[in-house]
């Protein structure tokens, strides 16, 4: 008895360090994911940041490009005219974050006398009656870079007369009249970045250095407020920061917006011409010790070991009946942790799985793949008027039906609700999807005859379908759902099959509660007055206000 007593006490020690160990290497497995988890969410973040900023920087160039076209084929233009051009482009409510737009003409000395003349004529800023208009600095040059036509929109404006081309020595000069460039400067406390583009005859930059001087016609600017930009783009994004960078030495630019907590990862996504952005957001520790999760599971494992092996110290004498109690415990609580209680189908976290090994399946042999995602109809209604009994009763029929309907290969699962998915490869597809979902859609045709209910009940379900690979189980899943979205917006008994387009509309109808969001707090909302007349004498009554949306991108 006592050598019984020993073999089993050591038994029991084995399964405490056997459990230890295992909550050890779940617990780090837990860290490993969560840390994961959270990089993988934070380079999403970083996508999403940094695609609002390339579009953004995208519209400046497009706006520099529209300016230039309108200098070229408007040469004669007045300030005048460029600003009508300025209000038909809706410059102020499409591009808030531009502060200055113009043009700056090079006048050779013998022009100067004449475009002087004319720029007093037509200024492009208010000037002193009698202002004499003198070059600044007066430095004998090949020629002057002098605005000539100017919108600002809040910015700083240089001098009318100042010679913007005289901050670059002559020796550099052909540097910036040769391309696009980016100028970062300060003005107070506010960073600006000015963005030139040269303009020559024709529109072809000459390929030397003296042909260039001698064809310059001047350039087109564009001066924006970085610091909105990034605000902007980190608008949504709670928890984040991000730190928008151009170029380097003198030319150096940073701007930050948002707030990031302490220890926080980072990631650099290049925007490209110089421009990067740096996104910081919250990064679990890959450690035990780091996450607060891991350290729950490992003292609840070492607790559920120690009761384990207490437990098989316990039974030991009766081994056979203990180790059939565990055996049959055990099988219990994996069918419970992989299967619905109500219809005894898998539930999500074994659909998940199953649907993984489908997708490798389907890389493996190359073999077609889909996910059926179903809900009924009008379900609701039943556990309104019937009660949740009936509604139970129905939901174990319909799975009863649902696996009756596919191939013993497929799988039918509950994922909660009304929502049953099915999962189809192989010879099953080899009609198509649709096929597969005519087929479930006809065996729920025939009235259900539930308990509570006087009549036979008539049921119909609306089917998103996904099919093909994807890369994991959660995206193809994800797929079908929204395809059952456009089903049940379509009719009832209906099959629709997923298309990236649902997915764009999904995404920016996201976008647009987002902005929805911050719409009233930016003071976007604004109203507009209508009269109403009577018809029959023609007399004003009164009048509707009716409330208006003005959206940064999109318009009213």
Known sequence: MRHGRRIWAVAAVIMVVV?????????????????????????????????????????????????????????????????????????????????????????????????????????????????????????????????????????????????????????????????????????????????????????????????????????????????????????????????????????????????????????????????????????????????????????????????????????????????????????????????????????RALILDRIEQMLARSRRENTPVAVLFLDLDDFKDINDTLGHAAGDQLLIEVGARLAAAVREEDTVGRLGGDEFVLLAEGASLADGAEVVADRVLDVLIPPFQIAGSDVPLTMSASIGIADGGRSTAGELLQNADIALYQAKEAAKRCAVVFVPAMQEVVDDHRQLEVDLLAALREDQFFLLYQPTIDLASGVFTGVEALLRWRHPTRGV
């Open 19 to 347: 459990g230890c160990l295992a909550s050890v290497l779940g617990a780090v497995v837990l860290a490993r994911n969560d840390a994961q988890r959270s990089r993988q969410s934070l380079a999403v973040t970083s996508k999403s940041i940094s695609s609002r900023l390339s579009l953004v920087l995208q519209q400046e160039n497009d706006l520099v490009t529209s300016t230039k076209a309108f200098v070229m084929t408007n040469p004669d233009a007045t300030n005048t005219d460029f600003l009508s051009w300025v209000s038909s482009m809706q410059i102020k409510d499409r591009h808030p974050e531009v502060r200055l737009v113009g043009f700056v003409a090079a006048v050779r000395p013998a022009e100067l006398p004449g475009f002087a003349a004319r720029i007093l004529a037509d200024p492009p800023v208010p000037l002193t009656p009698g202002q004499p208009y003198l070059v600044t600095p007066g430095a004998s040059r090949p020629f002057y870079c002098l605005s000539e036509l100017d919108y600002t929109n809040g910015g700083l404006v240089p001098p009318l007369s100042f010679d913007i081309c005289s901050v670059y020595p002559l020796t550099k000069l052909d540097t910036f009249i040769s391309g696009s460039t980016y100028v970062p400067y300060v003005s107070g406390k506010t960073t600006y970045v000015g963005v030139g583009l040269p303009l020559y005859p024709g529109g072809v930059v000459p390929a030397t250095a003296q042909a260039r001087s001698d064809a310059f016609l001047g350039f087109v600017g564009l001066t924006v407020s970085p610091s909105f930009i990034v605000q902007k783009a980190v608008v949504g994004h709670k928890g984040n920061a991000a730190v928008f960078r151009y170029g380097s030495g003198a030319s150096k630019l940073a701007v930050r917006a948002g707030s990031a907590p302490a220890g926080a990862g980072s990631t650099t996504v290049d925007l490209h011409n110089g421009w990067n952005v740096e996104v910081f957001g919250a990064v679990s520790g890959s450690g035990i010790l780091a996450n607060a999760d891991s350290i729950v599971l490992l003292l609840l494992g070492i607790l559920i070991s120690l009761l384990l092996g207490i437990l098989i110290f316990v039974l030991g004498t009766s081994r056979s009946r203990a180790l059939e109690l565990v055996d049959e415990r055990t099988e219990d609580l994996h069918h419970l942790a992989l299967h619905d209680p109500l219809t005894g189908l898998p539930n």
